[in-house]
């Protein structure tokens, strides 16, 4: 089954406790991407990666870092969580660019406190 | 810059009754253009998609949708909504390297 899977799907967590969420797609797609949604602002883009070792910021990076080192994975990275990086965050993936459609995870819920 | 518009954050219609979800797109070119739906505590779905020929794109579960250049609109439509259609709904816009999203609109659906 094609699919984007993310883990884990919650987290609870302290500020400053570096984490890690990781995303893998199925499909052999090469772009994939990272959104957090919060209430009132829909879905925004964090980072993207266009191909393994391409990745760029999107539009709200900061606190965030990302790596690219298999086609298949995408890991989100945060160093040191702050209480507004809570959110519900997506990975994504796509084999053709932002054109195509766009397979999503289930979604990872992250609190900090 | 490139932006959707849903100007409506929540709506709520009868099961049974038609529907009509509002989206305005601003892009310079021609857009791809999505609705996505999100039911309580899932992921997000693709109901549909217009990248380019017929204005009207018929998606899944019943839906569909009407580009309207003109008007910069992507309205997703349901002649007869069912309870379990209550859920939150996004429109997109395709822009380089990235879904742009709307606000979203929960639907509520009361019997």
């Known amino acids: 089954e094609a699919q984007v899977t993310q883990n884990p799907r919650y987290l609870i967590t302290v500020t400053g406790k570096k984490l890690t969420v990781t995303c893998s797609q199925n499909?052999?797609?090469?772009?994939m991407s990272w959104y957090r949604q919060d209430p009132g602002l829909g879905l925004r883009q964090i980072y993207y990666?266009?191909?393994?070792?391409?990745?760029d910021k999107g539009d709200v990076p900061e606190g965030y870092k990302v790596s690219r080192k298999e086609k298949r994975n995408f890991p989100l990275i945060l160093e040191s969580p702050s209480p507004n990086q809570t959110s519900l965050y997506f990975c994504?993936?796509?084999?053709?660019?932002?054109?195509?459609?766009?397979?999503f995870g289930p979604g990872t819920r992250l609190t900090v406190t | 810059a490139q932006s959707v518009t849903q100007p409506d954050i929540h709506i709520t219609v009868s099961e049974g009754a038609s529907l009509e979800l509002r989206c305005n797109y601003s892009?310079?070119?021609?857009?791809?253009l999505f609705w996505y739906v999100q039911s309580p505590g899932q992921g997000l779905q693709l109901l549909l998609k217009?990248?380019?020929?017929?204005?009207l794109v018929q998606g899944i579960k019943g839906f569909e949708a009407e580009f309207k250049r003109s008007q910069s609109s992507f309205n997703l439509r349901k002649p007869s909504v069912h309870w379990s259609d209550a859920a939150e709904y996004f429109c997109?816009?395709?822009?380089?390297?990235?879904?742009?999203f709307g606000a979203g609109t929960i639907l509520r659906v009361k019997s």
């Open positions: 994504a993936s796509s084999s053709s660019g932002t054109g195509y459609e766009q397979y």
């Open positions: 892009y310079g070119a021609t857009p791809y």
């Open positions: 997109a816009v395709a822009v380089v390297n990235k879904l742009v």
């Open positions: 499909m052999n797609h090469e772009y």
């Open positions: 217009y990248f380019s020929g017929d204005t």
């Open positions: 990666s266009m191909n393994v070792e391409v990745t």
